[in-house]
T-cell receptor, first 110, second 114 residues
């Protein structure tokens, strides 16, 4: 069945460092791909999405490109801030439901 | 739009008591999902509805859990009787006709069973 695998955490970075969180997927059809972010004590919020191959989703300085050839959707940010500290979830949708990764905790230190 | 609204935000109850969690999805959304989040098991899909009809409840852990959606604007998740291992954050989410547009999550209900 469909599934998502994302890199284990936790990840700790210094402010202004480059961030990559790896995500790969397995799907039988043509899924849409998402990154969600969860700040402490809150629900998950949609960060960005891509609905077809080669699409790039972007928001708040974060980017991810839908790579069909490598079945990947890695999250990147060029310069992280303390306020980016959160848990990041990769997910795919087959049109009926989502399949979430296990989440990667990111802590950014000043 | 006020987003997905869940109540209560926090619930503390004694083992054996009945607990009811409530969710109001975004108006016009066709899908509603109930998730449970714990440190040990992460985010688990419990059940989802399409146009008020339960589609997949295979994630409901046992018969103590039940969910209903009597109309397009309201859903409940009930645990009876509650047990300490049910302690978790329960999220409701809703989406348009296809989840390819993404879910919108509520803020969650933190349940503690003592």
């Amino acid at each position: 069945g469909d599934s998502v695998t994302q890199m284990e955490g936790p990840v700790t970075l210094s402010e202004e460092a480059f961030l990559t969180i790896n995500c790969t997927y397995t799907a039988t059809g043509y899924p849409s791909l998402f990154w969600y972010v969860q700040y402490p004590g809150e629900g998950l919020q949609l960060l960005l999405k891509a609905t077809k191959a080669d699409d790039k989703g972007s928001n708040k300085g974060f980017e991810a490109t839908y790579r069909k050839e490598t079945t990947s959707f890695h999250l990147e940010k060029g310069s992280v801030q303390v306020s980016d500290s959160a848990v990041y979830f990769c997910a795919l949708s087959d049109g009926n439901q989502f399949y979430f990764g296990t989440g990667t905790s990111l802590t950014v230190i000043p | 739009d006020a987003g997905v609204i869940q109540s209560p935000r926090h619930e503390v109850t004694e083992m054996g008591q009945e607990v009811t969690l409530r969710c109001k999805p975004i108006s016009g959304h066709d899908y509603l999902f109930w998730y449970r989040q714990t440190m040990m098991r992460g985010l688990e899909l419990l059940i989802y509805f399409n146009n008020n009809v339960p589609i997949d409840d295979s994630g409901m852990p046992e018969d103590r859990f039940s969910a209903k959606m009597p109309n397009a604007s309201f859903s409940t998740l009930k645990i009876q009787p509650s047990e300490p291992r049910d302690s978790a954050v329960y999220f409701c989410a809703s989406s348009w006709a296809t989840t390819n547009y993404g879910y919108t999550f509520g803020s969650g209900t933190r349940l503690t069973v003592v």
